[in-house]
């Protein structure tokens, strides 16, 4: 079964300064999807990042990047130069292949200050 | 086009009561997916539909949950004898396809509230 643990309920940093968000998961398949979802107070779900798992590089979205260590089980979201517009939720999913449940950890609050 | 949308944005109603909750999503989309938001939690998975049919209902918590697609588009999610543990966000998605590559785009959700 899958699992995915988000230890940070909440974090905060400054604007212009660089957050890294933690992620831990585990699942006993090989092939899969892991994912950053962002949920604002409108609480429509965006998706911010996501990595295959056969894939050894970290992705990256302009300002987002992640940190990606398989044996570890672990994938952190980093933030660069944030932004007020990137206080929200923040949820870590991941999805394995032929597996039409995406497990969400129970997220973490972001708060951006200026 | 339109992004998916869901209505009610909030439902309130009292314990033992029928309620609908409604998900139209992208036009095109041929995956669409419901998921239960409790507070302080991140979603869970309720049921997945490939075209009309169910194709994944092992997230559902029990047979008081029920959902239809019956044209491939509009889904219901219907919720009978509501329970004041059923009081949550409903958060509906759709994807293009239904690999796990395919993005899935949600809703804004409908917040249940069972008194």
């Known amino acids: 079964a899958q699992t995915v643990t988000q230890s940070q309920p909440e974090m905060s940093v400054q604007e212009a300064e660089t957050v890294t968000l933690s992620c831990t998961y585990d699942?006993?398949?090989?092939?899969?999807?892991l994912f950053w979802y962002k949920q604002p107070p409108s609480r429509q779900m965006i998706l911010v990042i996501r990595?295959?798992?056969?894939?050894?590089q970290n992705a990256t979205e302009n300002r987002f990047s992640v940190n990606f260590q398989k044996a570890a089980k672990s994938f952190s979201l980093k933030i660069s130069d944030s932004q007020l517009g990137d206080t929200a939720m923040y949820f870590c999913?991941?999805?394995?292949?032929?597996?039409?449940?995406?497990?969400f950890g129970a997220g973490t609050r972001l708060t951006v200050k200026p | 086009g339109a992004g998916v949308s869901q209505t009610p944005s909030n439902k309130v109603t009292e314990k033992g009561k029928y309620v609908e909750l409604r998900c139209d999503p992208i036009?095109?989309?041929?995956?669409l997916y419901w998921y239960r938001q409790s507070l302080g939690q991140g979603p869970e998975f309720l049921i997945y539909?490939?075209?009309?049919?169910?194709?994944?209902d092992s997230g559902l918590p029990n047979d008081r949950f029920f959902a239809v697609r019956p044209e491939g588009s509009v889904s219901t999610l219907k919720i009978q004898r509501t329970e004041r543990g059923d009081s949550a966000v409903y958060l509906c998605?759709?994807?293009?396809?239904?690999?796990?590559?395919?993005?899935?785009?949600f809703g804004p959700g409908t917040r249940l509230t069972v008194l």
């Open positions: 999913a991941s999805r394995e292949y032929n597996n039409n449940d995406m497990r």
């Open positions: 699942t006993s398949e090989n092939n899969y999807y």
């Open positions: 990595q295959e798992a056969y894939k050894q």
């Open positions: 036009s095109g989309h041929t995956a």
């Open positions: 539909f490939q075209g009309t049919g169910a194709a994944d």
């Open positions: 998605a759709s994807s293009l396809m239904a690999g796990v590559a395919d993005t899935q785009y």
